[in-house]
């Protein structure tokens, strides 16, 4: 009797492991050398479609080195935006992402205040750039925050794919539309488990 | 021959309405007074059902005189939440809604860099409180920002209403939604129509 054949699955990857240092190197060593491992492993893995989002792919392209991106790539990954114009989400969504922003933006005031109180302590440039920092911090952790992010998410519901991310954000919308995923450290091994 | 009769239309109430003194005095001096004298049309008007989200009732509450409110008013306007775990959006709205945030809290960044600056030029107290008033203004001007919204524009989609409302966020969004909307300053003449 033949081993039963495994079902084909899909997966939408983010750029985290490619980019991420503590992530890739599982991979490679630089961002080029993580794509081709990455596609010597996925070549040798037919019942596996790969998908990134159009968007997050020319996020990709800014940290490789393009001339040694191998052809392969374009067709062992593919670009795909999510249909946006014909997905739908529950609207209870929209009352957490509302939610949500309230927090950030009462968050965002209290280190903008903080940051005014502080001049006089240390120089004004200093102050200004701990401020920049720790707002970005306060209003972008753990949100969704960019379109990036939104197409990920949208993908990988839109093709009922497992999405493969370290985003805290995405992972928190992830669970809330009941989209599979997968922690980046995780991703080797399972795509060994499959050669 | 008889007139045509009118088909009957639902239609969803912001508190502008009857709270923001430069559109209640279509119908009355105070609050109170503006739904006493809404309730006088609405009465004459078989044709139209009326309905107020939950949340916008219980925020109406806060500026009436609640021992003064008819009865009636339960009635004629009926209180009723959107069904948001059934209802859904377009996915696009949801970029709209994240680039929409992004801009404002680039804005509110440069709010706040503004009042480090100026610390010294005037008192402290003061850099701070006029930091918070223009950071809200800078976040939320526009822009759905509460629960409370969400509700006014689920509710009018839901019931396929007509929206009456003077919040700029909530219009910009029954625009997106294709949902029918309508200045408060004009729904006293629309109302007379019926009678």
């Known amino acids: ?99 949500d922003i309230r927090e950030r933006v009462n968050k965002g005031m209290r280190v903008a205040e903080k940051a005014v109180r502080s001049v006089g302590k240390s120089e004004e440039k200093e102050v200004i750039q701990s401020m920049r920092k720790n707002f970005r911090e306060a209003l972008r952790e753990g949100i969704i925050d960019s379109k990036e992010d939104v197409d990920l998410i949208l993908l990988a519901k839109e093709l009922d794919a497992l999405l493969v991310t370290a985003d805290q954000g995405a992972i928190k919308w992830a669970e809330k539309m009941g989209v599979r995923w997968l922690m980046p450290e995780k991703f080797k091994d399972y795509l060994l488990s499959f050669i």
């Open 1 to 99: 009797m033949e081993p039963a054949k495994l079902r084909s699955d899909r997966v939408v990857l983010d750029t985290s492991l490619f980019v991420n240092p503590d992530i890739r190197h599982d991979f490679g060593n630089t961002p080029t050398e993580a794509i081709e491992g990455f596609l010597v492993l996925a070549g040798q893995i037919p019942e596996l479609e790969f998908y990134m989002p159009t968007s997050i792919f020319a996020e990709l392209m800014n940290f490789v080195e393009k001339e040694k991106i191998p052809g392969r790539l374009l067709r062992i990954l593919r670009q795909k935006s999510p249909r946006k114009h014909e997905l739908t989400c529950p609207a209870f969504l929209l009352y957490e992402l509302i939610e």
